[in-house]
């Protein structure tokens, strides 16, 4: 038995039973990725199991029947998305078939993978980005207007524009199952200050521990001026709901919806804009006022440089607009 001759400094502690070291140990596995992320990986395993039965494969997913699923979905979605799925079906399959990322990493399925997107690929259609003058004329519309949920829909096109927030940072997903009251900001951490306001976002897409960041937003000199905007909608928000928690409320006292952002999006634009508009938006005119790249992804919390797909104009156009 092994000793150790340094005191403890930790307490007594009772031990577990081997059934509740098992079930703790089941339900942290369970939390290793989001809900939604686990929902959309439920998906991929779904489809992969149709394709078993319709073909009577088995079910363990050697290189040679992943090869055969990829060919297969790849006529009927993009070969990027087939990408996602096989990694999808890794994570679910893996307690059963421990091999099973061996098989997804062979040269027999990359191989085929590639081809698919080869004979196959399209190019990728991306929503147009928000731009200051899109802002202004919603801001203008909600200006004299008196309905709370109006306002609140201004200040959330406004804040998620300068602060390159995404959709699901501001809003509730519609289906109640993949809600996270971890990741809902608080009025609490609200801070008004004379040239600028703050707030605490607990938890967010890249945030997979809830260490939270600070978004910091300042006042400018136009119509859209989001520090005029956010006073005036917490002005509104404290007189309803003075007790309330959550930063984000509707004139029912609720956490707004996806559904409820996109509503009014598609009542103020066309079909080309959606809730990446905002995110898109800002980067873009952070890119085209020559702030440095890796400001620009502090600011909008990316872990990676995936924010380079959001700058919606071509870097040459980028260089001259810069030199001019």
Not at 194 to 199: D, L, P, Q, R, S
Not at 280 to 291: D, I, K, M, W
Not at 316 to 324: G, T, W
Request: charged share 20%.
């Amino acid at each position: 038995m092994i000793t150790s001759h340094i005191r403890a400094r930790q307490p007594l502690r009772e031990p577990w039973s081997r059934e509740r070291l098992v079930r703790e140990r089941a339900i942290a596995l369970g939390q290793a990725i989001d809900v939604n992320t686990w929902n959309n990986y439920g998906s991929a395993l779904n489809s992969y199991l149709s394709f078993v039965r319709l073909h009577n494969f088995p079910v363990e997913p050697t290189a040679d029947t992943l090869s055969l699923y990829t060919v297969w979905m790849c006529h009927h979605i993009k070969p990027d998305s087939v990408d996602t799925y096989l990694s999808g079906i890794c994570q679910q399959l893996e307690p059963y078939f421990p091999r099973v990322r061996e098989a997804r990493k062979g040269r027999l399925v990359h191989r085929t993978l590639e081809g698919c997107k080869r004979l196959r690929g399209t190019a990728t259609i991306r929503k147009r980005a928000l731009t200051f003058d899109d802002l202004n004329t919603v801001c203008a519309s909600c200006e004299n207007n008196s309905s709370h949920d109006d306002l609140l829909f201004c200040t959330q096109l406004c804040v998620g524009f300068f602060a390159l927030m995404r959709l699901g940072e501001l809003t509730f997903p519609d289906n109640v199952a993949l809600r996270d009251p971890r990741k809902v900001t608080k009025r609490s951490t609200v801070r008004l200050h004379a040239t600028f306001f703050e707030f605490f976002l607990p938890g967010h897409k890249a945030d997979r521990f809830f260490e939270g960041n600070t978004v910091i937003i300042r006042e400018n000199p136009l119509p859209c001026n989001p520090m005029r905007f956010f006073q005036l909608y917490i002005s509104s928000r404290d007189r309803r709901f003075p007790l309330s928690s959550p930063l984000w409320l509707m004139a029912n006292g609720t956490v707004p919806t996806r559904t409820f952002f996109m509503r009014r999006i598609r009542a103020c634009f066309d079909n080309d804009v959606a809730g990446q508009s905002m995110r898109a938006g800002g980067a873009t005119s952070l890119a085209e006022n020559g702030v440095a790249p890796h400001i620009i992804q502090g600011i909008g919390r990316w872990a990676s440089a995936a924010w380079q797909i959001y700058i919606r104009k071509h870097p040459v156009l980028l260089q001259a607009m810069l030199h001019a």
